[in-house]
């Protein structure tokens, strides 16, 4: 692709990185295909309905406080239906009960023990306070959040607050995902002060200085889940092409000493792509499918990304959304609560869908909606259950947390399997890796969830970043590579 543009693009994945792309490339005078494997656009974002409602059966509600993910809902024509939550207050079930999640923390760091009371014991808040008196502790070029912590400040901290804010983000295991992908503000911090709670200090003092106004996150009316539905009727208006049920089996280079099928020898025609019995001729092409994908696709032209694609962990869950008649319950206030794995739950999370989001109470005041969301990364075994099975132990965890024994008017399980890439120790220099050896093929570009955050605007900035490199503009690139997007997650802990 010229650097102003022009040519035939072809976006592989109809995720929301791969739809993003494709609204930017439209936007820059490229000609554009997005080929998607399966039968819907979206991804990780479900729209759906319960009990007459409308609701997310996925990712929920998008971090506002970076520009990617509330600009690109603004220009697909949601503007009107962005809606904040209506309440920011949540819990965390721990130690036998529902206590105020604490605040005053950066992603359950604090930066003081008093920040931390009501949730940890006696104990664990002396230990936070030996944190000044211990020698420094060398993050060196990555280090795992749950280590580092525990280190500092007790293995309390990590397992009562830390572990339960990642595993939302990344229904991961904290003594495994890496500081510096994961809260990369907190391990630039740690390379500069001695002291842990110093440095997260030093990180709130600088947030109030460069306050943002308005909310932390932002959700859609009708859902998250419709963002990727606007931004594909968007891409179409556009002239763009989105082809669904097209799994694309082969992604080759088309090299001037050798003609392809088409004769397309010495044209400027630079990538041949495969997708069923369709034949596609592209002069660039931007990957946008989850790692095991991506690596089968590059294996013939990049096997040295393929192979570190091929290695790109993932952690399977399930999203149990149930409905109430109103009448029959009376929840505690607030957004939802948090489950540290150390409680030994079942449910790591659990959302009041109605009471978090205005716009699902609106549409029948009647009902309420609730979310648990079920797996973390190595714990297989809960998956197996029946979708009974998931709505059954949900239940239980629901009334020992909150009382709630009434019977649900309607309930459904979404299954997430193999959803959130991990990001281990080392992820960053993994990323740098790809890139560089993708960078090596003029015309080619990835973006996704695998490399620079999970989130929504994670997955746009990258979306963006690849664009760019296709023009030849490599900025975004390196900046993502060096400074993830941090992927706060945007609600009680899903």
């Given amino acids: 692709m010229s650097a102003t543009g022009t040519g035939q693009v072809v976006v592989i994945g109809a995720g929301i990185a791969g739809l993003a792309a494709a609204h930017r490339l439209l936007e820059r005078g490229a000609r554009v295909t997005v080929l998607e494997a399966s039968e819907r656009v979206g991804g990780k974002l479900l729209p759906g309905e319960i009990a007459g409602v409308r609701v997310d059966l996925g990712a929920e509600s998008m971090l506002a406080r970076r520009p990617e993910a509330v600009a690109l809902a603004r220009e697909a024509g949601l503007a009107g239906r962005l809606q904040p939550p209506a309440t920011a207050t949540a819990s965390i079930w721990t130690r036998g009960a529902l206590r105020p999640m604490p605040k005053g923390h950066v992603m359950g760091v604090p930066g003081t023990a008093a920040a931390l009371s009501g949730v940890l014991s006696d104990e664990g808040l002396a230990r936070i306070e030996r944190d000044a008196d211990l020698p420094r502790t060398e993050v060196g070029d990555d280090v795992a959040v749950g280590e580092y912590v525990a280190a500092r400040l007790g293995r309390e901290v990590v397992d009562r607050l830390v572990e339960p804010l990642l595993g939302g983000v990344y229904a991961g295991d904290a003594y495994r995902i890496s500081m510096r992908s994961a809260v ?98 592209a002069d660039a092409v931007v990957v946008a499918v989850p790692a095991p994908v991506a690596a089968a696709l590059l294996r013939a032209e ?109 309930t459904r399980v979404t299954r997430w399997t193999d959803g959130l890439p991990q990001y281990p120790v080392g992820h960053h220099a993994r990323v740098a890796r790809v890139r560089e050896h993708v960078a090596e093929l003029p015309g080619l570009a990835v973006c996704g969830a695998q490399y620079d955050g999970v989130g929504i605007p994670a997955c746009i900035a990258s979306a963006y970043a690849a664009v760019d490199q296709l023009a030849g503009d490599l900025g975004a690139v390196e900046e993502l590579t060096a400074n993830p997007v941090q992927s706060l997650h945007g609600g009680a802990g899903e």
Wanted: net charge negative; aromatic share 4%.
């Fill in 302 to 410: 990049a096997p040295a990304a393929a192979a570190e694609l091929s290695a790109v962990e993932y952690a399977s869950m399930a999203l149990v959304t149930l409905a109430y008649r109103r009448a029959d319950l009376a929840l505690p206030e607030g957004s939802g609560f948090l489950v540290p794995p150390v409680d030994g739950r079942t449910i790591k999370a659990s959302t009041f869908a109605s009471q978090k989001w205005g716009w699902i109470a609106d549409e029948n005041p009647d009902v309420v909606v609730l979310r648990t969301s079920v797996g973390r990364y190595g714990e297989t075994a809960v998956l197996d259950r029946e979708d009974a099975g998931l709505v059954d132990v949900s239940r239980q965890d629901l009334h020992a947390a909150t009382g709630l024994d009434a019977a649900p008017v309607a």
């Fill in 184 to 281: 990369p503000q907190l391990y630039q911090a740690a390379r500069i002060h001695d002291s842990l709670t110093e440095a997260v200090r030093e990180i709130q003092a600088k947030a109030v200085a460069n306050q943002q106004t308005g909310p932390v996150f932002m959700g859609i009316e009708g859902g998250v889940g419709t963002l990727p539905l606007a931004v594909a009727e968007s891409v179409r208006s556009r002239g763009g092409e989105i082809v669904t049920g097209a799994p694309v089996t082969e992604l080759r280079r088309v090299r001037p000493d050798r003609a392809d099928a088409a004769g397309h020898e010495g044209s400027r025609t630079a990538w041949r792509i495969v997708a069923g019995d369709r034949v596609l001729h």
